[in-house]
């Protein structure tokens, strides 16, 4: 993964790479710390977690083919 970092505060803003499935195969991978996205219209306020639809692999098990899931695995996300 590269990870990418705010030139003026240092925080991680986002990462993108490949994730190794095995036999040759990869999942691309973006991911953005949503902590750091400011909203257009909001003073003050970033993104709204509550209203943010959010998808689950299973990559603590290496079950990424086992598809997404709107919620966290088993274990996965405490």
């Given at each position: 993964?590269?990870?990418?970092?705010?030139?003026?505060?240092?925080?991680?803003?986002?990462?993108?790479?490949?994730?190794?499935?095995?036999?040759?195969?990869?999942?691309?991978?973006?991911?953005?710390?949503?902590?750091?996205v400011?909203?257009?219209?909001?003073?003050?306020?970033?993104?709204?977690?509550?209203?943010?639809?959010?998808?689950?692999?299973d990559?603590?098990?290496?079950?990424?083919?086992?598809g997404?899931?709107?919620?966290?695995?088993?274990?996965?996300?405490?």
């Amino acid at each position: 993964m590269h990870r990418y970092f705010c030139r003026e505060c240092g925080s991680h803003v986002w990462m993108q790479g490949e994730y190794p499935l095995g036999e040759g195969k990869v999942m691309p991978v973006l991911a953005v710390n949503l902590g750091t996205v400011q909203v257009e219209g909001l003073v003050g306020e970033g993104v709204e977690l509550a209203r943010t639809e959010m998808g689950y692999f299973d990559m603590l098990h290496g079950n990424v083919e086992g598809g997404l899931r709107e919620r966290p695995w088993e274990g996965g996300l405490v």
